[in-house]
C-alpha cells in the first residue's frame, strides 16, 4: 500500500462503462432526434464505433496513469491524461470506507472501495472502483489503524451484536415503498421517449382516446388500464427494494458499526460510532399502523440534500425499537415516550392544513361542475392538522435530546447534546401572544445541514432546553 499502485484491468470496462451512460443520459433528447431522422441514422452509426474506439482508447491511458498509495498519514491519488492531478486525504478526515461489489466485480471477483470524508458532499471522495477483496481490507485496516476506529483485538467474537433484515420484514419494506410514484412517472417518461422515436404508434393519441372514452361512459378500460400500470409500478417497485436490502446486516462491532446489504451490488459500509451525529427513526404513513419503523443514522459525510440519513436498519419493529438503540447504538438510546406541546399550539397546526384546503376547496368550486365536493378536503385536512398536533413533541434525557415532528410520516431525531451544531429559538406574532415558540436544532454541518423543527413549544420547556444546550 505504500507504493503507487494501479487498480485491476476491469476498472478500464467500468470507467467506459459509467461515462458513457452519463454520456447518454446527457445527449439523450439529442440522441432521440438523431434515430428518428433516416439520414442522421446512417451518420450516427458510421460515428459510434469510431467515438467508442476513442473512449476505449482513452480509458485504458486514464487506467495506466490512475494510481494510489499510502504516503505517512495521507491515502495518495494521481490520475489524469492530459492533465495530472493529485489528491491528498489526511486520514482524520476520513469518516466512512465502504465496500461495494456491483456486477461487474462480482464477475471479476473484485470490489469496490469508496472513502467518504467531512465536508465530501454526497459523492465519496476517493473512488477505488476495482481491486482485489484482499487489497480493499488491507487497505481498510490500515486506515481505521490510522484513525483508531479499528475494533478493539481484546473483544471477543461472541461480543459482537448482530441484526440481520428477515425476509418478512424485507417483503414489508418493499410492499410499503415509496418507490412506485418514482416508478410511475419513470413509465409515463419511457411512452413519452417512444412515442417521439416510434411515430407510429401514436402513444399519446391512444391515451387521448382512452380518455375521451371516460365522458364517454367506458370507463371500465380507463380503471382497468390504470390498475394495471399501478400494479406493474409496484412490481418494480417491489423488485427494486427487494435488490438493494436484500441480506440487510447490521454488526455492532466494538466501536464500529458494519453495515451489508444488497443481492447484485453488494455493498459494505463501515461507520465509527464517534463520526454519528443523529440517529432518526422514520415511521411512514403506511407502516406505522403496522408497527414497523426504519433506522436512519446521519453523519457528516452522508446527509443527503435534505438532510436525510443512511440506514441503519431498514425495518424494525416498534417494540422492538428500544433493545435495538441500547444494543447497536447505546449511546442514542433514550425513551421514546415525548412531551406534547401544550393545547394552545393546536390552533396553528390545525389552520395550516384548513387553509390551503379552502383555498383549493373555492378555486375547484369557480372553476370545476363538480368542484364543490372539494370541500370535503376541509375535515381530512383538520383531522391531519389535529394528528400533527397530537405526535409533535420533544423528550430531554441526560445528555440526549428527542425531537418529534410529523408532516405524513411520523419523525423522531434524537441527538446528543455534543452534537448539536446549534440551537436557535424564534417566535411569530402570534406564538408571542400564546407564549410558544419554535425550536431549531442543526445537527450536521458540511455541504448540507440536517437538523430538527418543532413548532408550538411552551417558551418555559424551550429555554429550558436552551439552557440544557448552552451549559
Known sequence: MYKPQRLHPMAILDFLVRNIYKLVQSLLPLLVLFIGDTGSRKWLLVALPVVLALFVGYFIAYWFRYVFYISGQELRLEYGVMVRKKRYIPFERIQTVQITAGILQRLFGLVKVQVETAGGGNQAEFVLAALSREKAEELRQTIQMNTQFIKNDNIAETDLIDYQLSTRSLLLLASTSNGIGVIFSAILVVFSQLNEVFSTLNIWGKLETIAENLFTGKASLIIITGLVLLLFAWLLSLLGTIIKFGGFRVVRDGDTLKITQGFLEKQQLTIPIKRIQAIRLVEGILRQPLGMVSVQVISISNTGEKGEGSILFPLIASKNLGPFLKEIVPEFAISLEVQKLPVRSKNRYLLVNIIPAFIIAVSCTVFLTWGYLAFLLLPVAAWLG???????????????????????????????????????????????????????VAIASGSTVAGAKIKGIDNKNSKMIANWFSY
Do not use: C, Y
Not at 393 to 421: A, C, F, H, M, Y
Open 386 to 440: 389535529n394528528w400533527q398536533f397530537n405526535d409533535t413533541g420533544w423528550q430531554l434525557e441526560d445528555n440526549k435530546l428527542l425531537l418529534r415532528t410529523r408532516s405524513l410520516g411520523r419523525v423522531s431525531t434524537i441527538v446528543p447534546r455534543r452534537r448539536i451544531q446549534s440551537m436557535h429559538l424564534s417566535a411569530n406574532f402570534f406564538q408571542k401572544r400564546r407564549n410558544i415558540n419554535s425550536l431549531t
